[in-house]
């Protein structure tokens, strides 16, 4: 298999390619850096890997889990991951469960008679809970990939209470963008250095992080880069590299992620589609990632840190939208 773009990547396995660049952070996938080639590639082994990972996290396995899996040439650890995630999974379908029979014996007592309000106080409803039995679901032998495609994007989909209306108000911001190999860490170390040699957050503590793929991959060169901003006083100077600008602001659905979880961008963007309230108030010409941001939530408390993207951290993941007429 020749080399691969992590834009080739990108499109086989249907993820982002910042979802890739952190696999590799965390070490769960290695790339190779050419000579005479600004971008990283990825040879077979890492894609054979890459395999596994996606299977895995189809599987409702934990990035954390999967790495230890991925380190530990016997099947100990993959069996007290498997165990594990079996008990939470079954206590989620005894939930699932109950509740779906409790519903169901609703519906059948509503048609015989109409007071709702009496089959839901709690008197009535303990009798209903009391008489059922959790039933034990069967699952077929023969899961397929196909059959595990589906059931994962059954269980990938968000809800109006996963997705959060925020509005961001229009600001000053100094921003960094970098177009090459690893343009997160260089954005980010430069808008670090910012942040603490401005003593910004003494000055700002409102002060707010976003950040955004400029230029999104959009071909089979790999060519990719990544812009960084931090909202600042209106009359504060920005040296270079950083250029100062101003942030529109709007209307954004927002859904919060623990770091990583970059292929929830793909719910959020289903939820936005499938909207009966809201259009989409981006564009869709790729280059900079169609308006969509994210937000690096308590980056107050985490600026000054040594590593300011610390185990736990979370991001909004924020698509521009506009109120239908």
Partial sequence: ME???ITQISKLFGISTRTLRYYEQIG?????????????????????????????????????QIIGILMNEDNTMAINVFQQNLFEIEDEITA???IRNIIQTLLERLHLQKDMLR?????S???????????????????????????????????????????????????????????ERIVGEAIRKFVRESNLLNVKPDVRHYGFNAPNPYDETGKHGYEMQVTIPD???????????????GLY?????????????????????????????????????????????NYYNHALLDNDEPEGMQLDLLIPIKERN
């Fill in 235 to 249: 009359n504060m100077e920005v040296p270079e590299p950083l250029v100062k600008k101003h942030f529109e602001g």
């Fill in 96 to 98: 699932l469960s109950t």
């Fill in 28 to 64: 769960l996938i290695q790339s190779i850096k050419k000579e005479d080639y600004a971008y990283r590639v990825y040879d077979e082994d890492t894609v054979l890997r890459l395999q596994k990972i996606i299977v895995l996290r189809k599987l409702r396995i934990p990035l954390k």
């Fill in 253 to 297: 659905a927002a859904h919060m992620i623990p770091f990583g979880a970059f292929e929830q961008w793909e719910w959020l963007n289903e939820w936005v589609t499938n909207s009966s309230k809201y259009d989409y108030r981006g564009n869709w010409d790729g280059v900079d990632m169609f308006g969509w941001i994210e937000e690096h939530l």
């Fill in 125 to 183: 409803l303990l009798e209903i809970v009391d008489s059922l039995t959790v039933s034990k679901i069967n699952f077929k032998e023969d899961k397929t990939m196909e059959d595990l495609n589906k059931a994962s994007e059954k269980l990938s989909k968000l809800t109006d209470s996963d997705v959060r209306i925020v509005y961001l108000p229009p600001a000053t911001i100094a921003a960094y963008q970098f177009e090459g190999d690893e343009p």
């Fill in 119 to 123: 089959l839901l106080d709690d008197e």
């Fill in 3 to 5: 080399l691969q773009t």
